[in-house]
């Protein structure tokens, strides 16, 4: 009996980013989200439902590292093209296998079925056409291409599309070939009747989807849309003439049977192997081919839909995976990707997709239909399985695994869904689960409902079994961190007369604090820098600080003239990274000061924790230097001054005198720096008829400064 099962954490608010002294929640619940772990007989739709999928089968391993293309005949045997070693396999409709056609070729690039079910099969490189009858192969088309990327069927003819310039021949039964034409680009990647007595083709590098057409018996083609993504990779048509065809962002010529074991992960493509190193995201597709275009740097791959009216539009797109597989099946467009070889199925009417197969491979290199059943091939190793019609008995969903970033204690689980459900949980310190995890235990039933089974710990994982029937709309875990010890990193001490001024800002309101929200879900900033004014005698501190679980910080400052204290408070409960004291309140001398951050903003006092950092040696000096200056020395119009500067605690910086009041000008002392408590100046200047002074100034590092009038007699 299904039973529905509800919310069983009540009246919570859901938030990423809470205060870390708060009970926050990890939730998984959107598509993006869900992806991110793995499903073994598991669909999951593009609103986030999870439901038990379609079985899979796995019909036949050809034991070769890829399968390249794959073609079934009227009677529903299967025939899958292999690299690299150059085979044919056929699989009857009971599973049953055999070495069907063995080349010289390193690769199977494509293969078609023709009239009275022969098959003909094109490899690479140096690239041949096979026409392969009751198990016999004989050359049929050696043209001077390289490679040959395309096979079609069509009117008794079959056409083939070559790599590197571009052609596409024509080939009677016969074997009689001719050049049907050659395209404006490099590579013709995929063929296929359009329905209507003529062909499609895709193209690389330039990404053309183009239909051929006779003008004056000579082939001519039209462009029906010019994709942002690099390649047209695969081309299917509907019954009504709708056109769907896949677009992938990477290069996959001029070896295309090694790029698609390389391209998905940016691989090295001298090596046939897999590894997917990235995670698989599908997004929203836009509304048109345009929209796309301008963004077409983020996606990998996408699916066109061609109307007869020749309106394009754009159904599916992946940002991070690169599809190799489309197929028609009913009213479904199914997508084979190159991560975790998942399947998509595509409502083409409103977008909304379904994750609906993920094979114990890499890699889904093809799709083929025979009367309703669905199969698909995969890449590392090469297989070939069957999807059923009807759902599995069980599915098992396991999700990513949630960093909590320190140690915590893990809370209520919760989840919407209804029929047969299992959840379990297990938790550990390691980043990947090894064996000193806790064992997969199902959730604990409390009086106030469920919760993690597990000890406390920094990560958490989850897994959901699914009977047939049964459905899960994502789950969402409590958890609560310990709390541990601010810290301050960095403490600089501004020059002598900087002040830090706060800049005005939107006033906070007093319930998000009281509440455990970040104030920046809400547009405050985390930290405005204050503006630096001069202010004589100012000494200000700036410092950085920062808290394991992001909690609240609010700052004391104390100051000692030793190490080993004691320390008197300067200030305390400034919520501000910075402070200005005014350094007349000090007496001159060699001060230390001490910054301590504290989370108690966000923790009971009990629980609450500090850390500390301690200046470098600080000079307070508020006493000016002193001047002392030597009797004028006149000679005609000039005027001599000697004057001495010194100081008993900080460096002379510099020295000035006016004229009468007139404007400052800069003398430096005799021994060309002023760098020490006491300097020696000499000015020689012209005066004019009824000057009566010279004033003498100087300024020490502390910015203090003192002037001497000096008269003139």
């Known amino acids: 009996m299904k039973k529905l099962l509800l919310d069983i954490l009540t009246a919570v608010l859901f938030c990423s980013n809470v205060l870390a002294s708060s009970t926050a929640f990890w939730e998984v619940s959107r598509l993006s989200e869900i992806e991110r772990g793995d499903a073994k007989n598991v669909a999951i739709s593009s609103e986030g439902r999870m439901r038990v999928a379609p079985q899979l089968v796995e019909v036949f391993n050809t034991e070769q590292p890829l399968i390249l293309c794959s073609a079934v005949d009227s009677k529903g045997n299967l025939y899958l093209g292999t690299g690299h070693e150059g085979r044919v396999y056929k699989v009857d409709w009971s599973g049953k296998s055999s070495l069907f056609f063995d080349s010289s070729e390193l690769d199977v690039t494509a293969l078609v079925v023709g009239e009275d079910d022969v098959i003909y099969a094109a490899t690479s490189p140096d690239g041949k056409v096979y026409k392969i009858v009751a198990g016999q192969a004989t050359e049929f088309f050696d043209p001077e291409d390289k490679y040959i990327w395309s096979l079609a069927f069509e009117d008794k003819h079959v056409y083939v599309g070559t790599g590197e310039k571009g052609a596409l021949y024509r080939v009677t039964l016969d074997g009689k070939a001719a050049l049907y034409g050659r395209v404006s680009d490099k590579h013709v990647m995929c063929l296929t009747s359009d329905r209507r007595g003529g062909l499609l083709l895709g193209t690389e590098p330039s990404g053309l989807l183009l239909r051929t057409y006779l003008a004056a018996n000579e082939a001519k083609f039209f462009a029906l849309t010019d994709s942002p993504l690099r390649e047209i990779h695969q081309i299917a048509v509907a019954a009504d003439g709708t056109i769907y065809a896949l677009a992938l962002s990477v290069q996959s010529s001029p070896d295309r049977s090694l790029s698609s074991a390389t391209s998905a992960t940016g691989g090295d493509s001298s090596s046939g192997s897999v590894t997917v190193i990235f995670e698989d995201e599908v997004v929203a597709s836009s509304s048109t081919a345009s929209s796309t275009s301008s963004g077409s740097t983020a996606v990998k791959s996408l699916v066109y839909k061609i109307t007869p009216s020749g309106a394009v539009d ?67 190793i090469g297989k070939l399985f069957r999807i059923d019609q009807e759902a599995a008995l069980q599915g098992e969903y396991v999700s990513y695994v949630f960093d909590a970033k320190v140690v915590s204690k893990w809370g209520a689980v919760s989840w919407r869904g209804m029929g047969d459900l299992q959840i379990m949980t297990r938790c550990g310190n390691t980043e990947v689960p090894d064996n000193t995890w806790s064992e997969w235990q199902e959730v604990e039933k409390t009086k106030l409902g469920y919760e993690v089974a597990g000890p406390e710990a920094r990560f958490v994982q989850w897994k959901a079994v699914l009977q047939r029937g049964s459905v899960l709309y994502g789950l969402k875990i409590a958890y609560l961190q310990h709390n541990l010890a601010p810290s301050v990193s960095k403490i600089v001490v501004l020059q002598p007369g900087v002040a830090l001024q706060e800049v005005p800002q939107q006033p906070l309101d007093p319930g998000i604090l009281a509440a455990g929200l970040d104030p920046a879900m809400f547009g405050f900033p985390a930290t405005l820098q204050p503006r630096k004014v001069f202010q004589k005698g100012a000494r200000s501190l700036q410092w950085t600080a920062e808290d394991p679980n992001g909690d609240s910080l609010s700052y004391a400052i104390y100051y000692s003239q030793n190490l080993e204290g004691p320390w008197h408070l300067v200030a305390k409960d400034l919520q501000t990274n910075y402070y200005t004291l005014d350094s007349d309140a000090l007496a001159d001398g060699k001060y230390y000061f001490k910054v301590v951050a504290s989370d108690e903003n966000s ?21 000016p230097p002193k001047l002392t200056a030597s009797k004028p020395v006149f000679s005609g119009d000039l005027v001599e001054i000697a004057f001495t500067a010194s100081d008993e605690n900080a460096n002379i910086r510099r020295a000035q005198f006016s004229v009468d009041g007139g404007p400052w000008k800069t003398v430096f002392p005799e021994d060309g720096i002023a760098d020490s408590k006491m300097e020696v100046y000499r000015i020689k200047t012209k005066i004019a008829d009824g000057v009566r002074f010279i004033t003498l100034r100087c300024y020490d590092d502390n910015v203090n400064s003192t002037a001497l009038q000096v008269e003139l007699r």
Request: charged share 25%; net charge negative.
């Open 314 to 380: 754009v159904i599916w797109s992946s940002k991070d995976s690169v599809a190799f597989a489309l197929l028609l099946s009913r009213d479904r467009v199914l997508v084979g990707t190159g991560t975790k070889g998942r399947i998509y199925s595509i409502d083409p009417k409103d977008k909304t997709f379904e994750l609906i197969a993920q094979s114990s491979e890499e890699q889904t290199s093809t799709l083929i239909e025979f009367r309703d059943v669905v199969y698909f091939t995969s890449n590392n």
């Open 603 to 623: 923790n009971p006092a009990e629980s609450s924790l500090s850390g500390f950092q301690i200046t470098e040696e600080v000079v307070i000096d508020n006493t």
